[in-house]
DNA sequence: AGCCTCTAGGAAAGCGCTTACCTAGGAGGC
DNA sequence: GCCTCCTAGGTAAGCGCTTTCCTAGAGGCT
């Protein structure tokens, strides 16, 4: 493997001209020295050791994405945005997925701290445990006294810039339109009961409940993993529960496209027989049949706008905390309940 | 930030002893004085530099992953598989986006190759661009004579192991089930033409049509982007051009869905009017209406058997070459051709 | 012509770790 | 009781770069 003396060797300078010179630094170089140098470059193949390059520099450059799962197209999604600024800065991007386990996370901040990347990226729900969220804030403090950048998107806690997606007024606005096509029996899909992302959302149905007079009980809540055979699973469990149910509402796309297949494979018409309104707008809810009413959350947009938090210059002034909003969309799976008089109200993708 | 030398004072031991201490290396340390470092670690909140570790180091650890996209399904699937494996060996993943761009492909070999990564996994198809792919060769070469192992998925040509699935044969069982079907007026709707997955699945269908005593012509392919939208837009071109196909063949999944809505869109009943099989069986591909005939491809699994390559120690026996099987998945998007008096064969899903 | 000022390039000191090699002291053998 | 052999721990030489500081020579000025 060729280093920096080989080729400065070769070139028959100093290891610091070749060093100015393939870093393009200000110090000016003669043509011919340059020719040269660059010359003895390509002949040895010469590649940098970026680690060497990383301790030797006092800045930092690479930033670090911590995400539940890239797999999952909620986090593909706002990675898509992540990555797109982080390139357009010219930085590197490393992903690492927790697959939902805070101790993944926390040793994940650990490495990105000790890679000494520029900034943490932390998305994905909260946990409802304390002392793991203690221990995540101790860490993410301690690597920003070392000068890296954090931001988080969809928790309230911790250090950092934060992005904090609207899922209590989301849900609620799901909730709502559900009550307002005279929905009462409506069941809830919820996800795991240790993620924040999953109270919020249930605080902003139980609102919308509280709103029109109804409670929304435990009974009519099933928990589940937030992806589709969660979902699945949740919907099958609520129906056998409560077969007269004529609505169900999935904390996430992925759960109410699992819902989806359930109440197919049940044979119970979606809208007619029952409504269905999902969380997040991932891409694909267009696509299924019918196409899924649902709550839109800018997800590529919010990658966009962390990736400019983490790497904007501190001001001075603090944290920065964002909020995305949410927006109703109502698509093809969600009526009024059978039976009831009010005309459809389908406004339709808009 | 606190430094390993800082640790040393503290703790009244030298560097050596510290160093020991934290990789718990096989020297034996006495009890009290591992106590004393382990406290001063804790009290200092000490985070090893992970670059000076590499550099001093001889081994390299982490390994870099670059696929054209992580946000698309099939790349998320193969990542998740990847990831697994990595993780299980405990080794920290690095993901590439290249976005299909040769250019920044190249870019990525060198930054990881830069960063002393142990492995290079490159996923997705190789390009039609003899200098390019000359060039990624060259650069792979380099890399591997410098110790670092290569894996590519979906590539016939360059250096190290490979998992190449069967892209011509599973096309062929494609399109052989559409003619079986009685199928005559075939539309195609194929990837970018730069990219061999699209060349050699175009082949197999090719064949299929050979078989049956066919032929493709050039006007029933209609090229566009890999992606749902690409589909959409050459479904309807090639609809406009050829108002009579009775079967469009779309060589990924996620075309295919994007020419289902393009169908439902133009108000055709698929599989009644018009058939549909896409590539790939993304986990999606269950929940569109009707559920997507398709070519299964393990994806998650390839991912496995690449990380696997790629970790394995070599043994001298130069490159290896595994082929991952292609299996002909038969939904409800796919039927015989309107008026064609067979029966319906619906072999449902597995 | 002599002196001063620039400028291009080199020497060398780190960056924060690992590890081969060395040393001092204690245990054991005779 | 002295010598040898372990062993726990320390010393210091790198790993491959960047960058500060320095030097030598060229050129300009009077």
Do not use: W
């Amino acid at each position: 493997m060729a280093t920096l003396a080989d080729v400065a060797r070769r070139a028959g300078v100093s290891t610091a001209t070749v060093s100015r010179i393939i870093n393009n630094s200000p110090k000016p170089v003669a043509d011919a020295l340059r020719e040269r140098v660059l010359a003895a470059v390509d002949e040895l193949q010469f590649v940098p050791n970026a680690n060497a390059q990383q301790l030797a520099r006092a800045h930092r450059s690479a930033v670090g994405v911590i995400v539940h799962d890239v797999s999952d197209p909620y986090f593909a999604e706002i990675t898509r945005g992540l990555q797109r600024v982080a390139t357009d800065h010219g930085r590197l991007v490393i992903i690492c997925n927790s697959y939902r386990d805070p101790e993944r996370e926390l040793a994940y901040v650990d490495l990105l701290h000790a890679h000494q990347t520029a900034a943490i990226v932390l998305a994905g729900s909260g946990y409802h445990d304390a002392p793991v969220t203690a221990r995540l804030d101790r860490k993410l403090r301690l690597y920003e006294s070392t000068g890296g950048r954090v931001a988080v998107i969809g928790r309230h806690q911790h250090a950092g810039d934060a992005i904090v997606p609207e899922n209590e007024h989301g849900a609620y606005l799901a909730g709502d339109a559900l009550y307002r096509l005279g929905h009462t029996a409506i069941g809830v899909i919820a996800g795991p009961r240790h993620l924040t992302t999953t109270t919020d959302r249930l605080a902003g149905l139980r609102r919308a409940a509280r709103d029109h007079g109804r409670r929304l009980t435990t009974r009519h809540i099933e928990y589940a993993d937030f992806d589709r055979n969660g979902g699945a699973v949740a919907a099958g469990a609520l129906l056998d529960r409560h077969p007269n149910l004529t609505a169900l509402a999935a904390l996430n796309d992925s759960m109410a496209i699992g819902a989806l297949a359930t109440l197919r494979h049940r044979g119970l018409d979606v809208p007619g027989r029952i409504s269905l309104i999902g969380f997040d707008d991932m891409p694909i809810s267009v696509d299924v049949t019918p196409a899924l009413s649902t709550v839109r959350l800018a997800l590529e947009e919010i990658g966009v706008r962390a990736m400019s938090l983490a790497l904007r210059e501190p001001d001075g002034e603090g944290a920065r905390v964002e909020h995305a909003t949410a927006q109703l969309v109502l698509r093809d799976s969600t009526a009024p309940p059978p039976g009831n008089g009010t005309r459809a109200r389908r406004p339709g993708t808009p």
